[in-house]
DNA sequence: ATCGTTGTCGGGAACGTTACCAAAAAGGCT
DNA sequence: AGCCTTTTTGGTAACGTTCCCGACAACGAT
């Protein structure tokens, strides 16, 4: 079974196709029997128009397309229900791609979505990302682009992010004046954008409370399986910290495993407290504490200013970047 | 800067849109000299063709679509990294939407699946799909069709599932060979086919080990954020289990929850075990049995069956259901 | 010299849709 | 009666690509 098109239901009714289509979107120039009898006919058998004929008439798709590092990160997955939610509502379809933090990955998604001509894309960048080229191509090119959460420098585009800084701040105030002294930083790769707001917030909390930075008690970390453990084992072994602060959800529970699988006491011998959006942070052993960022309304927010910049009823010349506070959420792993 | 065209080539190498045509893809029927110029100034032009013209004329689109309910579903995420991982490999793109648990969404996904010409559809059911008119319709277009985990009886189609029926078995009797006699089963809506696929497993074991099969203990429980809460602190009032086998990720941290804050003891009290794919099952307070899902493995059968399909490797006439073992891991929860 | 063959290319239609330009009929105006 | 609007419809090009068909030259064979 074949779709109908409008040709068809030209030749059924006996008319032209350009009468059909008008009929079909109803302008106001065609006899309101025709319109009618055009229709029905459509209703009955059932016609949709074929978007991708559309697509390459009008150049676009009401389509956004979206790229994350992995969506089996909860941060990104909520991140990605509130864009669909605010897209939903006002008509356009959500295209999600996975960078499974590769550089090629991330191009070859961006390759993919401007040439099936979405309306826009929303991106949070890959942990191998350092140059934007493939970004600022698609600018060019007309496409509305807003990045979220892992944001970079070298891109004028606008940006929606949590408040990390603020987030780090508080969290390492937290362990400071619980009267925790070696407070390590297990982080992200630096070239993250985050890695080194939350970094600054780390310093910063340390400086307010007078403890010198030491260099060695942070630990950047890439994305392979193993790394975490053997970073934080290195950093156990070796720095005797009192405390970590861990700058993601996956840090989080990778350093949260091995700390335990050390059999150190938490929080007696090391405080800890993540960077996540995990939804079972309450239920571990002990309940960790955590930064939340609020990832629904960060995709919320980064969807509404894309929508804006496509629908026109925003201000293109001007770009901006909203900054969206996080919630800390202290429980008994950092008491 | 707009994205050139074969038009734009022809143009400036003064040659027909042909003959272009076929030297980009390297025609036998072209001078090679021809072709080397045109290949040539495609590159220096970065020319791609567009995918839009070529779905338009060819009826297809090189990609595969994926209908889940959740991606914040972990079960759901491992699968869709399988079903990307063999897609990559053989030249599709992976198209994801969510469902949310909406029958209406998923008929709306569907619509812009086969609008899009995608070659091949790939669908776990939503909770509320009780009918199954929306795939058989795009059977009858001729679209593969390949239905993983939430399957139904009633669509002819190739499928692919855990092992449920085992995996629940398997929980359920190591529950009764710890001592336990009044077990509970907290399950999805009942016309979910895993659902009743555990259920009998579950029932199979009470059978085994003499325990009469008691309806009180079973709750099904639908989606909505507080129903499970509510669920369990009425089976726990008034049936007094003294163990729980959950079936799903949700119900398991829901109830893992739910018993917590009650103050209950497990395993002490409720033992517990939960059908699961949870990454950090094991850091949980206590350490939570489960019965895991080959998620990855699923996503990758279904979208390998998907693309024999496709490629017309497999015979079209037969379908198949690909049942995969599912692993039990005890932990200290169901001591 | 004529013919068929081979190699190389261009023209046009088609996929489904919309937009522009005509065209025809009907009606109103002077 | 002649002309100009208005209403309603049809024809065609265009979006980017491929594919079928035909054209034309060069070439060897008869």
Redesign the interface.
């Known amino acids: 079974?074949?779709?109908i098109t409008i040709k068809d239901i030209a030749k059924a009714l006996n008319l032209s196709t350009s009468t059909v289509s008008r009929a079909l979107r109803g302008s106001y120039e065609i006899n309101p029997e025709t319109k009618k009898l055009v229709l029905e006919y459509a209703k009955k058998m059932n016609y949709?128009p074929?978007?991708?004929?559309l697509?390459?008439k009008e150049n676009r798709s009401r389509a956004i397309g979206v790229i994350v590092p992995e969506?089996?990160n909860?941060f990104f997955?909520?991140a990605?229900?509130g864009i669909?939610a605010v897209a939903y509502d006002r008509g356009y379809?959500v295209?999600?791609?996975?960078s499974h933090e590769s550089y090629e990955r991330e191009r070859s998604n961006i390759?993919?979505l401007?040439?099936?001509?979405v309306d826009g894309v929303l991106i949070s960048l890959s942990g191998q990302t350092t140059e934007v080229n493939h970004l600022s191509e698609i600018q060019?090119?007309?496409v509305p682009l807003v990045v979220f959460d892992r944001i970079s420098n070298e891109i004028e585009a606008n940006k929606v992010i949590a408040d990390n800084f603020q987030g780090a701040f508080e969290a390492a105030e937290h362990l400071i004046l619980s009267g925790r002294k070696r407070i390590a930083h297990i982080t992200s790769p630096s070239l993250l954008y985050t890695t080194n707001e939350r970094l600054e917030g780390y310093k910063a909390a340390l400086e307010k409370h007078g403890i010198p930075f030491n260099e060695n008690l942070v630990r950047y970390c890439g994305f392979a399986p193993e790394e975490a453990r053997e970073v934080i084992f290195e950093l156990l072994d070796t720095q005797k910290p009192d405390a970590i602060f861990t700058a993601s959800d996956r840090l989080a529970?990778d350093c949260?495993?091995a700390v335990?699988a050390k059999g150190i006491d938490i929080p007696e011998q090391v405080a800890f407290i993540g960077f996540t959006n995990?939804?079972?942070a309450?239920?571990?052993?002990?309940?960790l504490s955590t930064v939340v960022q609020p990832a629904f309304e960060i995709g919320k927010t980064a969807a509404e200013m894309l929508l804006d910049t496509i629908d026109n009823k925003r201000n293109t010349a001007t770009i901006k970047t909203i900054k969206i506070p996080t919630e800390v959420n202290l429980r008994t792993s950092s008491d």
């Open positions: 079974m074949e779709a949709h074929n978007p991708i004929a697509s390459l969506i089996a909860n997955s909520q990605i229900n669909e379809h295209v999600i791609f996975q390759q993919h401007v040439g099936r001509k060019k090119r007309g529970l949260f495993a335990k995990l939804q079972v309450h239920l571990l052993d002990p309940p």
